[in-house]
């Protein structure tokens, strides 16, 4: 039995590395650090004018890829609910409750509204620096998994968070509909540009992108709490 | 090419076969979920880095950086997509685990014999 399972580990070895082999072979073919770009030097140069956004990336993620985000979100939204599903059973009993000190629980509450604070800035401004909603919004849930890891006898308010979800997705499709009525076309940025680099600027990012931190935030948390609590008071 | 190149694809193979390997021979199913995750994350540093271009910067309109020295911005938001796909994914299949653990009492797959084929 013991030699069957060294058998198996260095056939799983041999296929992981001949695979690896082949990869890095093919890889060498491609030239490192060339431009090879097509569509993307369209998207840098023209972005400015048509989106209005200083992140070429939060440009074509929300602007030019639109439909393809609202379809993530939606992946994103099929797995909480999926989580829910699964491990929805037994009627708000805490798994591994954790005994903490006064050192958590006082780090905890000072650290809460930095930790969300930081999340809302970065989904704020995801049209111009680096990130965005879906960064933002993790770091936003990350504060619940805080507040779950310091109190013992803490509890997320899961309807305000599936509310808070079902508003964000709205928003996105409404604006999305909002271009069918003014211009016939799904996702038709119907919003002025405004200066480019400000706040209010690139169009409708900032309230898509608000909505999608909104969303990833409250769903994250859903996942979270559903993963401890099993279940919840609120349902 | 650059020795910086032959790096990174050292590095994505790295990660691929480490990946790999850890789906291929481990038995738990949180170790198995670890690998993939491990696999997944290789493929997207690898289709970042071929998006790089040597000496560019962050796609991000800033004063005094010229548009023209942009690295390609497309594989990034590509892997946007990729990365958060990849953690509802990820707690799709833990809460799975969870089950399994619950059905069977254990984690390990070769234990599970309720199906058959």
């Known amino acids: 039995m013991k030699k069957l399972k060294y058998v198996y580990k260095i056939a799983g070895l041999a296929i992981a590395v001949l695979l690896g082999y082949m990869l890095l072979q093919a890889l060498m073919e491609i030239p490192f650090g060339t431009n090879r770009m097509f569509v993307a030097e369209r998207f840098i140069f023209e972005e400015p004018y048509e989106v209005g956004a200083a992140n070429t990336v939060t440009a074509i993620v929300v602007n030019y890829r639109g439909f393809d985000t609202l379809g993530e979100v939606t992946v994103l939204f099929i797995a909480a609910t999926g989580v829910a599903l699964l491990l929805h059973r037994e009627r708000g009993i805490r798994l591994a409750p954790t005994e903490t000190t006064l050192v958590v629980k006082t780090g905890a509450r000072v650290l809460l509204p930095a930790v969300l604070l930081v999340g809302l800035y970065i989904f704020v401004h995801g049209h111009l620096t680096p990130g965005g909603g879906f960064p933002g919004g993790v770091i936003v849930a990350s504060a619940l998994i805080l507040m779950y890891f310091a109190y013992e006898e803490y509890v997320a308010p899961r309807s305000m968070l599936h509310l808070l979800e079902g508003i964000a997705g709205l928003v996105f499709v409404i604006v999305g509909i909002l271009g069918i009525i003014v211009y016939g076309r799904f996702l038709q940025n119907v919003f002025p540009l405004g200066d480019f680099g400000r706040l209010f600027s690139a169009g409708f990012i900032p309230i898509v992108y608000v909505a999608i931190g909104t969303k990833v935030g409250s769903e994250l948390a859903g996942i979270i709490h559903d993963m401890i609590r099993r279940g919840g008071e609120s349902e | ?107 390990d797959v070769r234990k599970m014999r309720l199906l058959k084929w």
């Not at chain 2, 990174?8 to 850890?22: D, F, P, Q, R, T």
């Not at chain 2, 020295?69 to 990034?76: C, E, G, I, R």
């Open chain 2, 1 to 107: 090419m650059s020795d910086l190149g032959t790096l990174y694809y050292i590095n994505v193979v790295a990660m691929v076969v480490i990946g790999l390997y850890i789906v291929l021979t481990k038995r738990n199913v949180l170790k198995i979920l670890i690998g993939l995750d491990i696999l997944g994350t290789g493929v997207n540093l690898l289709i970042v880095v071929i998006g790089y271009i040597e000496g560019g910067t962050a796609p991000i309109y800033t004063a005094g950086i010229s548009p023209a020295k942009f690295v390609d911005p497309l594989p990034q938001a590509l892997v946007l997509t990729a990365i958060v796909i990849d953690a509802a994914v990820l707690a799709m299949a833990i809460s799975i685990a969870v089950r399994l653990y619950r059905e069977f009492g254990t984690l």
